[in-house]
């Protein structure tokens, strides 16, 4: 297989570093959703957003390690005033998303 087809699928097979973060703090009504969406596109990552019945938020992120990390902190910067604590675990893995979307 060749061309951007064959990109794809080896993208998706590749392992790529992987975060979830839980955040807390006034993080729903606020438009954290949405500012996650439009911060995670000026950056190569993929993932998603959704509030949490507990009233945190949660964040799954994909992509290389230096874009995940420097997402995550434009959007602690971002919304600096409404986070209270940002809960992190990573790892690897192959990677699970095409595209970053709210949920």
Do not use: C, K, W
Request: hydrophobic letters at 40%; zero cysteines; glycine letters at 8%.
């Amino acid at each position: 297989m060749r061309g951007p087809a064959a990109s794809f699928r080896l993208f998706f097979m590749a392992d790529v570093h992987h975060e979830t973060v839980f955040f807390t703090g006034h993080v729903q009504g606020v438009g954290f959703r949405y500012t996650t969406l439009q911060v995670a596109q000026e950056f190569e990552v993929t993932g998603r957003v959704s509030n949490l019945a507990d009233g945190r938020v949660q964040l799954e992120v994909e992509g290389n390690t230096r874009d995940v990390n420097a997402f995550i902190a434009a959007l602690e910067e971002r919304m600096h005033g409404y986070i209270r604590r940002a809960e992190r675990s990573s790892g690897r893995r192959p990677a699970q998303f095409h595209d970053f979307r709210i949920q």
